[in-house]
Structures are given as C-alpha cells and as structure tokens.
C-alpha cells in the first residue's frame, strides 16, 4: 500500500503561481503512474495529469500549457507546477498514484487532497 500527502495549496490571485507537492510513502515499487485530480464544490473528480515511469506525461486540455507534472524519484515525490491560474483552477486537489498499461491507468492510492483557491 502507498501513503500520499499533497502540500503546496493556498489562495492565490489569478494569473499566479503554485506548485504542489505529493509525498509518497510504502510500496513505492507497486507503482508506476502518479496523476493529479481535482474536485470542485458540486462537481465530480476531473482528471489533470498524469506522468509514469520513464516521464511520459499527459494533461487534460483545461490546463494544457499551463500546468506541468513531475516526478522526483530519488525523493518519492510528484509535483504538479501550476502557472496562470484562472478562478475556475479553485478546487481541492488530490494526487493518486497506481499502476499504468497501455491505455488504462489504474489509481488504487489517494491522498487527503489540497485547496486550491484562485481570485479574480
């Protein structure tokens, strides 16, 4: 079993900056995908990215070139940069971390999430 703890959320203005951080603890060999989510009041968990082993990353188009996914493996620790925030980034973010097989991911660990509050 893999343990998540995100950190990094905050309240910022739009057009700012932050970046959140996802520790992670346990099996770590389990794993070979890590993504980030994100939940917003009245809304169900949208997908933001997603990096496996060996890089390969992929974002939803709401954040594409925007935000940027990275893994630190010597840390045990995902990353997700956010630029250019819009209001519409405020939600709770969660990152996930599972396993990967061409065209399905498979997220079995989660963490407790973090708030992400962006204003106008």
């Known amino acids: 079993q893999v343990q998540l703890v995100e950190s990094g959320g905050g309240l910022v203005q739009a057009g700012g900056s932050l970046r959140l951080s996802c520790a992670a603890s346990?099996?770590?060999?389990?794993?070979?995908?890590m993504g980030w989510y994100r939940q917003s009041p009245g809304k169900r968990r949208e997908w933001v990215a997603h990096i496996i082993s060996g890089g390969s990353t992929n974002y939803a188009d709401s954040v594409k070139g925007r935000f940027t996914i990275a893994r630190d493996n010597a840390k045990n620790t995902c990353y997700l940069q956010m630029n250019s925030l819009k209001p519409e980034d405020t939600a709770v973010y969660f990152c996930?971390?599972?396993?990967?097989?061409?065209?399905?991911?498979?997220?079995?660990?989660w963490g407790q999430g973090t708030q992400v509050t962006v204003s106008s």
């Open positions: 346990g099996l770590i060999p389990s794993i070979n995908a």
């Open positions: 996930a971390a599972g396993t990967w097989s061409p065209g399905v991911f498979t997220m079995n660990s």
